[in-house]
């Protein structure tokens, strides 16, 4: 069978299990196959395939089908201006979290040696996208999963970020280490009884640990807002991802805790998304 056959029968597999993005799908998990872009597939599409590569790409057409994520499945995702090394034991990188990259090069365009800390940093997405974009930033990044702090480490490294950055396997309330002149953070924020309504994708197969918020969604947030009140510097600037119906709650807890509220930004659904925020 040539490149394109296994193509259109891959994509028909999961055209059969309702999955939207079947034929771009089918694309990447060739590419994935042969070790080789989806440009090298376009132009070497009559190629015919080995037994070994039909059967690892099948396998993998299979593991789609039952919902699993392309990212996972490729073990990389795209985010910003870089490609991430994924696993399960991370979240996928969201482009509505781009919205915090966004914010932060905008509010720091004057800004020189700037100390960030990302609390709950997974794959690294968001402090790495910004220490990439800003040479002379310094990062720290704290976890409470080892997995996703060894995951950082390698997207470090292939971004070539290691030398400015500290990471650190801690739970957010016993981290206690420097002053930060910006935090940023991305916590888990579904309420624990709307996990199971959720896409497959998301429900059966990201971490339960990165998307848990407890029973009213903010169990999390709380911990995040009362921590960053502690380690932020007067004036500093605090970028928290939310969900969608949070923002009036999320900014009545920032208020408690002395910040004042910037500006929330909307994310591609037109959904609240992200509260910018400033220690006072």
């Known amino acids: 069978m040539n490149i394109t056959s296994a193509i259109i029968s891959g994509s ?3 055209r059969n299990k309702f999955i939207p993005s079947h034929q771009l ?3 990447i998990l060739m590419a994935k196959t042969i070790k080789k872009d989806r440009n090298y597939i376009l132009l ?3 190629s015919v395939l080995n037994k070994n590569d039909l059967n690892y790409f099948f396998r993998l057409i299979e593991q789609r089908s039952l919902g699993s994520p392309v990212a996972y499945l490729t073990n990389k995702k795209f985010f910003w201006n870089s490609e991430f090394f994924v696993t399960n034991d991370t979240l996928i990188p969201r482009p509505d979290t ?3 990259i966004e914010n932060v090069l905008n509010s720091t365009k004057q800004k020189n040696k700037i100390n960030i800390l990302d609390i709950g940093i997974g794959s690294g997405c968001i402090l790495l996208s910004i220490l990439k974009e800003r040479k002379n930033f310094y990062g720290t990044g704290i976890d409470i999963s080892k997995k996703c702090i060894n995951i950082s480490k390698i997207n470090a490294v292939k971004l070539k970020v290691s030398s400015r950055l500290k990471l650190y396997k801690s739970d957010v309330d016993k981290f206690n280490l420097g002053k930060y002149d910006l935090v940023v953070s991305n916590p888990p924020y579904i309420k624990t009884f709307d996990l199971k309504y959720l896409e497959r994708d998301v429900a059966e197969f990201e971490p339960r640990l990165a998307l848990n918020g407890g029973l009213d969604g903010l169990s999390e947030i709380r911990k ?4 960053t009140s502690e380690l ?3 004036n500093g600037k605090f970028i928290l991802e939310i969900g ?3 923002k009036n709650r999320v900014i009545e807890l920032l208020n408690r805790k002395g910040f004042y509220i910037n500006s929330t930004q909307k994310d591609f659904a037109n959904n609240d998304r992200c509260i910018i ?4």
């Open 12 to 14: 028909k597999i999961l």
């Open 25 to 27: 799908d089918s694309e």
């Open 44 to 46: 070497n599409s009559e």
């Open 98 to 100: 781009e919205l915090i």
């Open 224 to 227: 995040v807002i009362k921590k």
């Open 232 to 234: 932020i510097k007067k």
């Open 244 to 246: 969608f119906d949070q």
């Open 277 to 280: 925020s400033t220690k006072i």
